[in-house]
């Protein structure tokens, strides 16, 4: 083979390893490993007025800058993990109030908590928890980052009330290998706030968990919201197992 030949030759095979290589996906291409894909899924909707928005924001801002937290991260395999927070309302409401930021220390954590509380409100409407899980998937596939773990951590005071079934969002989630965990807000006065007078935390257990370690966090006058955000978040992050409850199949949706 002539000199002249062989350089065509590399310059084909190089060719047809660009085209291949940009057929793959970004996310396959430009990949940053990560411990955890984090989406912090709020609860925006009409049920929550701005004084109770602020207590979520500012509680899983000082939670995401505890030390207990950082120190979490630290002992991940990455010793970084990613976070969104999402915001969500109706079906047609959720907003992205502050998109993917690696966290690794004191610094990104406060970056990221800075940002969280300054930011304003865009959500409306009631209660689509299942377009908020369908959402937050979407945030996660189309990302940079390849994490060894993906959880989608819904935080709210009501129960699935428009949008797609619930068991289909949820049921389409965890088969792409996410775990959703929840945090139940007890509304003041111990009102009910599931379906039929049932225990909210009870109706997230039965109908929202699930995947790998999925469990529910109760935040109310005993656990501060900023408290129940912190030791879910150590749970979250240490990936340590624990029992896992999975919806029914005659769940309320």
């Given at each position: 083979m002539s000199r002249a030949t062989a350089v065509l030759a590399g310059v084909s095979v190089a060719a047809s390893v660009a085209l291949s290589l940009g057929a793959l996906p970004m996310r396959a291409l430009a990949a940053e490993e990560v411990d955890l894909e984090l989406v912090l899924a709020a609860d925006g909707s009409g049920s929550i007025d701005n004084d109770e928005l602020r207590l979520q924001r500012?509680?899983?801002?000082?939670?995401?800058?505890?030390?207990?937290?950082?120190?979490?991260i630290r002992d991940g395999l990455t010793g970084r993990i990613v976070v969104a927070y999402v915001e969500w309302g109706g079906p047609d409401s959720q907003v992205t109030v502050v998109d993917w930021q690696v966290i690794k220390d004191a610094i990104s954590a406060a970056d990221f908590a800075e940002k969280l509380?300054?930011?304003?409100?865009?959500?409306?409407?009631?209660?689509?928890?299942?377009?908020?899980?369908?959402?937050?998937?979407?945030?996660?596939?189309?990302?940079?980052?390849?994490?060894?773990?993906?959880?989608?951590?819904?935080?709210?005071?009501?129960?699935?009330?428009?949008?797609?079934?619930?068991?289909?969002a949820r049921g389409d989630a965890l088969a792409k290998g996410f775990t959703i965990n929840a945090l139940a807000i007890r509304r003041p006065g111990g009102?009910?706030?599931?379906?039929?007078?049932?225990?909210?935390?009870?109706?997230?257990?039965?109908?929202?968990?699930?995947?790998?370690?999925?469990?529910?966090?109760?935040?109310d006058s005993q656990s501060p919201f900023a408290l129940a955000a912190k030791r879910k978040l150590v749970?979250?992050?240490?990936?340590?197992?624990?029992?896992?409850?999975?919806a029914q199949s005659d769940a309320p949706q």
């Open positions: 500012e509680g899983w801002a000082s939670a995401l800058t505890s030390a207990e937290v950082l120190n979490g509380r300054t930011r304003p409100r865009g959500a409306y409407g009631y209660n689509s928890i299942s377009n908020a899980i369908d959402y937050a998937v979407n945030r996660v596939e189309t990302n940079a980052y390849q994490g060894i773990r993906k959880i989608i951590d819904v935080s709210g005071d009501g129960p699935n009330i428009g949008g797609r079934p619930l068991a289909a009102r009910p706030g599931g379906p039929g007078g049932m225990a909210l935390e009870t109706y997230y257990a039965e109908a929202l968990i699930g995947g790998p370690g999925a469990f529910v966090e109760i935040a749970q979250e992050i240490a990936g340590r197992p624990r029992e896992t409850r999975h």
